[in-house]
């Protein structure tokens, strides 16, 4: 059934603060976000980001929404959804 398929939204922020050797608590001082809006998007336990926080560390990081974050549809209900329409 398509509406049950199952999308994975991948968050980038770990592997961007790992590569600039960033702690959380320095993210949060340098952006104003609070620390527990870094950890959940860190941890990628997230289940809703504001707007403001996501432009605020893509200005941050210098990266684009593209880069921080990755649409990735569930590959097992995606070819049981191909099966049903095929």
Known sequence: MKLLEVVL?????????????????DVARDTGLHRNTITLLYQETAT????????????????????????LPDPVLSKQSQHETG
């Not at 980038?12 to 603060?17: G, K, T």
Request: contains cysteine.
């Open 9 to 25: 939204i991948k968050c980038h922020l770990s592997r961007f603060m790992g590569e600039r050797k960033l702690k959380i608590s």
């Open 48 to 71: 809703r980001v504001d707007i403001d926080a996501v432009n605020s560390l893509c200005q941050y990081l210098n990266v684009s929404v593209g880069d921080l974050f990755e649409y």
